[in-house]
């Protein structure tokens, strides 16, 4: 599976921003799907989750209410729609999917398939 990810930028605090992964299997709906964000200096983390059918979500507590992840399987995509964007919120983003359980999400070697990453940039 190949994913690419899309959609970052340069916006003031309070923005919004619509990150997009496109995925290349047509058997995208047998995987769980992510976001992961990387910050200067620090260590990659979890931000959010969606179950094959898009029936189940899961957030960071840092992002609960202001992101939200989607998906589309008629076109082979997962999307992050951030708001309220925050400086600290600034980072290389990275879709990720996975096979299994809709468990353990915060797992990073649970998933198989990354995308290249698309850096989001938060003014103050």
């Known amino acids: 599976v190949q994913l690419q990810a899309s959609g970052g930028g340069l916006v003031q605090a309070g923005g919004s921003l619509r990150l997009s992964c496109a995925a290349s299997?047509?058997?995208?709906?047998?995987?769980?799907m992510a976001w992961f964000r990387q910050a200067p200096g620090k260590e990659r983390e979890f931000v959010a989750a969606?179950?094959?059918?898009?029936?189940?979500?899961h957030y960071a507590d840092p992002v609960k209410g202001r992101f939200t992840i989607s998906r589309d399987n008629a076109k082979n995509t997962a999307n992050l729609q951030m708001n309220s964007l925050k400086p600290e919120d600034t980072a290389v983003y990275y879709c990720?999917?996975?096979?299994?359980?809709?468990?353990?999400?915060?797992?990073?070697?649970?998933?198989?398939?990354w995308g290249q990453g698309t850096q989001v940039t938060v003014s103050s």
């Open positions: 990720a999917a996975r096979g299994g359980s809709f468990l353990l999400l915060w797992r990073q070697n649970e998933y198989a398939y």
């Open positions: 299997a047509r058997t995208f709906d047998t995987y769980i």
């Open positions: 969606i179950s094959r059918r898009g029936a189940m979500t």
